[in-house]
């Protein structure tokens, strides 16, 4: 069993930073890939990011691409979401999950675990 904590959402001005982080606890933790998904009121949750068990393999949605870096401290059990260049379009509540698969993927129902989310609103 895996639980997440999600941490780090506020409002912040367009063009700002923020790094969530997501700390789990369970004994699987280094062996699971995990990912970041957002969502806005009234559509569905979107991939954003995910980072492999080693941390060596990566995925990014087209949204995040050169703006969010993703990254993990196995020995902290914990996950980060760098965000930069931050866009009102970017206001949603972000989601970590975990999947018990080795690789990242974009397909929610691959991962097992879930957060329950923490808001970042940003201002335009």
């Known amino acids: 069993q895996v639980q997440l904590v999600e941490s780090g959402g506020r409002l912040v001005q367009a063009g700002g930073s923020l790094r969530l982080s997501c700390a789990a606890s369970?004994?699987?933790?280094?062996?699971?890939?995990m990912g970041w998904f957002r969502q806005t009121p009234g559509k569905e949750r979107e991939f954003v990011v995910g980072?492999?068990?080693?941390?060596?393999?990566?995925a990014y949605a087209d949204s995040a691409k050169g703006r969010f870096t993703i990254s993990r401290d196995n020995a902290k059990n914990t996950v980060y979401l760098q965000m930069n260049s931050l866009k009102p379009e970017d206001t949603a509540v972000y989601y970590c999950?975990?999947?018990?698969?080795?690789?990242?993927?974009?397909?929610?129902?691959?991962?097992?675990?879930w957060g329950q989310g923490t808001q970042v609103t940003v201002s335009s």
């Open positions: 999950a975990a999947s018990k698969k080795v690789l990242p993927t974009p397909q929610e129902d691959m991962y097992d675990y």
């Open positions: 980072i492999s068990w080693s941390g060596g393999g990566k």
């Open positions: 369970g004994r699987t933790f280094s062996l699971s890939a």
